[in-house]
């Protein structure tokens, strides 16, 4: 029997039930953060040797040399014939729609040229290399392939680098497809915080790349953060989450399920409804029940709900956006007659899906918009993975010798106001230039 949270907004209390609902504690503990800083440092001074050992070790690989860890172009492409023509079709499709998407996310090199003759501008460049984390342990995602490797080439990225865990040596047909159709250009099966080093620090085998992207277990996030600076990385995620803000009209079941969507992904996971009618409530909550039996991963679904989920009576809908805003979610469902007039009142979410119909499932695999989004409340500062995450901007700045002496004058009265004054003699040995 579950025992899901019901709230009501208005009581007493409730913003202190609410602040405890959304906590979660997403510091790993001192033994892996020291066990993590063991490994990276293994991989940088021992590079494939140090892989393969651990590989050897967590994966149960019976691989002998990085060779076996290195999956070929042409077992990539074997791979698309092996996966059903209907998965194959799926995979094609959802790679059109997130490619359309992405493109128009590419940014341009733009420039002005003032009276003065000088130019200001911005240009536009991608990553050379990208590291392509795809977990592998209890679930294989082909549709974190497609969400990471195909903003990268959109923005022009050279080399893409995935690595993927095989436990026992085990490939999964549809993510090697999925590799294939996105266009990745080299793949070997590690994982862990083995992998992240390799990618971050570069082995004998393992390209050295300028950034890693891609969700993994908390070994893997740890890595991530230990080896930022080094490498840029995407984000640090969290358990997944999905908001839904409902009027009362919605079929219950639906409700039930879309909470269920991302409640199966982990134990972690949190799915919270909110309301403004407490008996549509109580039936989603008998929704709840009668599905629950009908999941596979069942058991992770419901110690989802008893853990982090909750059922919330709200004033009106108005109020379910404050609220919203409050919980900042990773994914957000306006459940409602008219998600337009909501729209303008949502300030923080992930990705918001609009209507009955749209399921928070569709953005997962191929509606078109990224599904790598911020969690744990980082709505608030941060946006989706995209095309942007892969380019890099730098300042354009060619002056005139007219605008030299403009801009001097001023660097120089705010170079000396500073104390450096290399700086003030740097801009006034320029200020009587003549072209």
């Known amino acids: 029997m579950l025992n899901i949270r019901r709230f009501n907004s208005q009581d007493n209390g409730f913003n202190k039930q609410l602040n405890e609902l959304l906590a979660w504690d997403s510091v790993a503990d001192g033994q892996v953060i020291h066990t993590v800083a063991n490994i990276l440092a293994d991989v940088k001074q021992n590079g494939d040797a140090a892989v393969l050992a651990y590989t050897q070790k967590w994966d149960a690989s019976t691989a002998d040399s990085m060779a076996a860890l290195t999956v070929s172009a042409a077992r990539l492409q074997q791979a698309l014939t092996r996966v059903s023509h209907e998965q194959r079709q799926a995979l094609q499709y959802a790679s059109e729609r997130i490619t359309a998407y ?3 996310q590419v940014q341009a090199s733009w420039s002005y040229t003032e009276a003065n003759g000088t130019l200001l501008g911005q240009k536009i460049t991608p990553l050379d290399k990208v590291g392509l984390y795809v977990p592998g342990g209890k679930a294989a995602y082909p549709s974190s ?3 990471n490797a195909i903003p990268a080439k959109v923005a022009g990225v050279a080399e893409i680098i995935m690595v993927v865990p095989a436990p026992k040596g085990e490939l999964n047909e549809l993510v090697l497809a999925a590799a294939a159709i996105a266009g990745v250009n080299q793949v070997f099966t590690i994982g862990g915080a ?3 080093a390799a990618l971050a620090y570069g082995t004998q085998t393992v390209p050295k790349v300028d950034k890693i992207v891609g969700p993994g277990n908390i070994y893997v996030a740890v890595a991530k953060s230990q ?3 080094t490498v840029g990385i995407d984000m640090i995620a969290g358990p997944s989450e999905i908001l839904i803000i409902c009027d ?3 079929n219950p079941d639906w409700m039930a399920m879309d909470l269920f969507s991302q409640a199966e992904h982990d134990e972690q996971a949190q799915s919270i409804l909110l309301c403004p009618d407490g008996d549509y409530l109580s039936q989603v909550a008998v929704s709840i029940e009668k599905l629950l039996p009908t999941m596979p991963r069942a058991a992770i679904i419901g110690k989802a709900l008893n853990d982090r989920a909750a059922l919330i009576q709200v004033k009106n809908l108005l109020e379910a956006t404050r609220i919203s805003n409050t919980i900042a979610p990773e994914h957000l469902e306006l459940s409602v ?4 007039a909501l729209l303008s009142h ?6 918001i899906f609009m209507g009955r119909y749209t399921a928070e499932a569709l953005g997962d695999y191929c509606a078109g918009p990224n599904h790598v989004l911020p969690t744990s409340q980082s709505a608030r500062f941060s946006s989706p993975l995209g095309v942007y995450d892969f380019q890099k901007r730098s300042s354009l700045i060619q002056c005139s010798a007219q605008g030299a002496r403009e801009l001097g004058q001023t660097a120089s009265i ?8 290399a700086h003030a003699c740097s801009a006034e040995y320029r200020l009587h230039a003549r072209e």
């Open 414 to 421: 705010l170079a000396r106001g500073e104390g450096l004054i």
């Open 248 to 250: 009362g009209q919605t």
């Open 346 to 351: 949502i300030k923080h979410a992930g990705a």
């Open 194 to 196: 083995q992998a992240v």
């Open 227 to 229: 080896v930022f600076g």
């Open 145 to 147: 392939v497609l969400m």
């Open 102 to 104: 992405h493109q128009r």
């Open 337 to 340: 007659a008219e998600p337009q």
